[in-house]
């Protein structure tokens, strides 16, 4: 069924959905909580999967489990419209610092919103989806469920991410990153570190070499570029000449020309690296790229204007200084919405300790419900709206056909 609703009828349901998520509150923050107390690593998360299901399942949305064939993915459907929304759920943390990117809030956002607007699914006239995607930090699970079809048929894409404070909550114009992550192992030859190593080929070296090689090009490159590394391995003891080192690296830029020429220069520093050690580099991938953010406009306008209504400033600005997000490589496919959450008096950094004790106060819970009734007035917006109804559905369409051909 494909329809649109009056004013008048948007408002009543912007009441009900609210009341939604006043009724689910309980049962949301308890999962919200308890994801946060007991942090799952990317493709590891059973038990949060398990957990959000079965919240899910209660609020009557039908479950499917190992979405696109991997085990902690899900989708849970509401509803049989000719529009079809999705809202994608996070729930994978970091290793150490546990949800310091606040993954319990993007789940807890998603997850409200979906119970809300199920009752009301067929009035909107829409196909709900919560779709779980893992993996999200690490590993790249959205670009894998777009590949498996997870999101075929899909007309826009929703979710929101946690930030520090001072970032605006008008999401127009915002963008992230695109991001590669990549494993650059050197090949030396092993040798008595004291007896003979004139005879040995030293990888750490190589290693060593490349990492300085980078530390001077990044005086070379634009501010809005990033690259981080790591050694992973570079030998196994003292009087061994190691022959073997790896680095794990990664490369940031917010279009993909400007990531392609980033990348290109990096992977010459590690070239350099070996020739001048005299040791061998092989560099390969280790994620599927993620690409740079793309915020639709209506949809921004939609959520623009319910965080006014919460008396949120909305004045544009504030655009982060650097990030990535596999919801980049939805967005490039499908209509999306991927707002900050720019958390009150949130002063320290996310992908820290600091941050991952703010995702776990009142203030970032009143505010993950607020997220979530945002999210259920964009769609209830998205829905009723004729001119944008029919360009969500049509970009499905289209990109359907294309898939398939």
């Given amino acids: 069924m494909s329809r649109t609703h009056t004013v008048a009828e948007g408002d009543r349901l912007k009441k009900d959905t609210s009341a939604g998520v006043s009724k ?35 609020g009557g949305l039908a479950v499917e ?15 049989s419209g000719d529009l079809t929304v999705a809202l994608c759920v996070e729930y994978d943390a970091l290793p150490e610092v546990g949800h310091a990117c606040g993954h319990n809030l993007i789940a807890g956002a998603s997850v409200a919103a979906a119970l809300a607007l199920a009752p ?21 699970g959205k670009s894998l469920l777009l590949e498996a079809g997870a999101f075929d048929g899909v007309g826009l894409a929703l979710m929101v991410h946690p930030v520090q404070d001072g970032v605006s909550y008008n999401p127009a114009g915002t963008t992230a990153q695109a991001v590669g992550r990549y494993r650059a192992v050197f090949s030396g030859r092993a040798a008595h570190a004291a007896a003979a190593p004139h005879q040995g080929v030293n990888a750490a070296d190589g290693a060593t070499i490349a990492q300085v090689a980078i530390g001077l090009l990044r005086q070379q490159i634009p501010g809005d570029h990033r690259v981080a590394l790591f050694v992973s391995e ?33 992977r010459r520093c590690f070239e350099g690296a070996a020739l001048a050690s005299g040791t061998e580099v092989v560099i390969e991938a280790t994620e599927p790229l993620y690409e740079p953010l793309l915020q639709d406009d209506a949809l921004a306008g939609y959520w623009t204007a319910a965080m006014e209504s919460f008396g949120r400033d909305t004045t544009s600005g504030g655009r982060l200084g650097g990030g990535s997000t596999d919801m980049g490589n ?26 991952a004790a703010v995702a776990d106060t009142d203030a970032a819970y009143e505010l993950m419900l607020e997220a979530a009734r945002a999210l259920a007035w964009t769609v209830v917006d998205a829905a009723g709206d004729p001119e944008q109804r029919a360009r969500f559905e049509g970009a499905a369409y289209h990109r359907d056909i294309r898939r398939a051909g």
Avoid: M
Avoid at 125 to 131: V, W
Avoid at 243 to 262: K, N, S
Avoid at 330 to 355: D, K, M, R, T, Y
């Fill in 65 to 79: 489990h190992g979405t696109g064939g991997l085990p902690t993915a899900f989708t849970a459907t509401a509803g």
């Fill in 330 to 355: 939805v967005s490039q496919v499908i209509p999306s919405l991927h707002p900050w959450l720019s958390i009150p008096g949130a002063e320290v950094p996310i992908h820290s300790h600091g941050f």
């Fill in 234 to 266: 570079a030998g196994v003891a003292t009087n061994i000449i190691p022959e073997r080192a790896v680095v794990d690296f990664e490369c940031r830029a917010f279009t993909l020309p400007e990531y392609e020429a980033l990348l290109a220069r990096v």
């Fill in 120 to 140: 009301y699914a067929d009035e909107l006239g829409i196909t709900l989806k919560a779709i779980g995607t893992p993996a999200e930090e690490h590993g790249g």
């Fill in 24 to 58: 689910w509150e309980g049962p949301v923050l308890s999962l919200a909580r308890g994801l946060h107390a007991r942090p799952e690593l990317s493709f590891e998360e059973t038990g949060a999967a398990a957990a959000i299901t079965a919240l899910l399942a209660e």
